[in-house]
């Protein structure tokens, strides 16, 4: 069974500290995706990568960072966490070996900044 | 600009009855692919369908169709003989990009099926 894991569903964090969020998945995927989701936004698209040490700004980036020393853990870093950075995170995975296939999710992280 | 947009921030339709979810996209890639998910209350995302630009035939999955008109740039989901269980949000997406590929997502539809 496919599987994208995030670390913790529940993260409540105070303002001004250093956040990490982490993904591994186990399909041996070359892409992978953190998105944040907001009611009445979607998902909008923070950062990707498409291999280790590959990185590539998504819509929003401002304020996050990554990292992707493995193939099968992407990493999502909040260098001083703010109140607007509140959300559900959800990171996904993909592979470029089959065009038609989907991305695969996780079951996300609710972050609650205070 | 929205490379993916949603323009129904929610939809009702009756049990048993069909129903169309709107999806607009814009990309100058020739090579591309749209998907559907669908997030329940649960808040997983389950896929349901894939169109990629170049098939010609529209994609169908079960009750899950796609509508993919080309030049007009849409990939409409239709959900036919509607089910409770369909009440969730769905959302449209777009995988493009050359070496690299992206996938980007509209705002999403929140579909409610009335018994």
């Known amino acids: 069974d496919v599987k994208v894991t995030q670390s913790s569903r529940y993260l409540v964090k105070r303002t001004g500290e250093k956040v990490f969020l982490e993904c591994v998945q186990d399909?041996?995927?070359?892409?992978m995706f953190w998105y944040r989701q907001d009611p009445g936004l979607g998902l909008r698209l923070i950062y990707f990568s498409y291999d280790v040490k590959m990185k590539e700004k998504g819509d929003i980036p401002e304020g996050y960072s990554v990292s992707r020393e493995k193939k099968e853990r992407f990493s999502l870093i909040l260098e001083s966490a703010s109140t607007n950075q509140t959300s559900m995170y959800l990171c996904?995975?993909?592979?470029?070996?089959?065009?038609?296939?989907?991305?695969?999710f996780g079951q996300g992280t609710r972050l609650t900044v205070v | 600009a929205q490379k993916i947009t949603q323009t129904q921030p929610g939809m009702f339709v009756q049990e048993k009855e069909a129903v169309t979810l709107d999806c607009t996209y814009d990309t100058s890639d020739q090579s591309y692919g749209l998907f559907w998910y669908k997030q329940p209350s649960s808040g997983e995302m389950i896929f349901l369908i894939y169109q990629g630009s170049y098939d010609e035939q529209n994609a169908t999955e079960g009750r899950y169709s796609l509508n993919f008109q080309k030049a007009r740039k849409s990939a409409n989901l239709v959900i036919s003989a509607s089910q409770l269980g369909d009440s969730a949000m769905y959302f449209c997406a777009m995988r493009e990009g050359r070496g690299y590929q992206k996938v980007t997502f509209g705002t999403g539809t929140k579909l409610q099926v009335i018994p």
């Open positions: 996904a995975s993909s592979t470029d070996r089959a065009m038609n296939t989907e991305a695969f």
């Open positions: 399909m041996d995927h070359e892409n």
